[in-house]
Every structure is written in structure tokens, then in C-alpha cells.
């Protein structure tokens, strides 16, 4: 199926994809890579994030999830 460019997002490289299912539905996946060589290369993938009836809903779905997930996880430096 179709995967979207690879976006960039607070540190990490985000790609979205869609996969087709037998029903005729997508299952929106996704992967994220660190991209900041101070906490090294980190790679997670996710699969079947949610099902959609078109891939173009699976594919921001993926998307806005995956800005979620970062946004709960980078902690704002603050200088002192």
C-alpha cells in the first residue's frame, strides 16, 4: 500500500502507511525513528493503530497519532 513521505517531528523521523485488509478496510501503521544523534538511532514501529474504510484516513490517522506520542514524550529543556 501506499506510505506517505517521510515527515520530520521533534526529533524524529515519522512514517505513516496503510495497509489493505481482506475486508476491504486499512489499518493504519506506523514508524518512528530518533533522528538526534544524542540519544542515539531508536526506532519504534506500530501496527494496527485503528481501521479505517479508506487509506487516506488511515494515513493521517498515523499521522496525528504519531505527533501524540512524541508530544508525550519530549520534556522541554529549560536553561537555568
Known sequence: MKNEPIQH???YAVQPSAHRLPDG???SNLLL???????GNRRYR?????YFMNE?????HST?????W???RVRPCYEL
Open 9 to 11: 517531528y521533534n526529533g
Open 25 to 27: 478496510s486499512f489499518s
Open 64 to 68: 496525528r497519532w504519531a505527533r501524540d
Open 46 to 50: 506500530f501496527y494496527s493503530l485503528d
Open 56 to 60: 487516506e484516513q488511515a494515513l493521517q
Open 33 to 39: 525513528e530518533r533522528t538526534d544523534s544524542e540519544h
Open 70 to 72: 512524541v508530544d508525550t
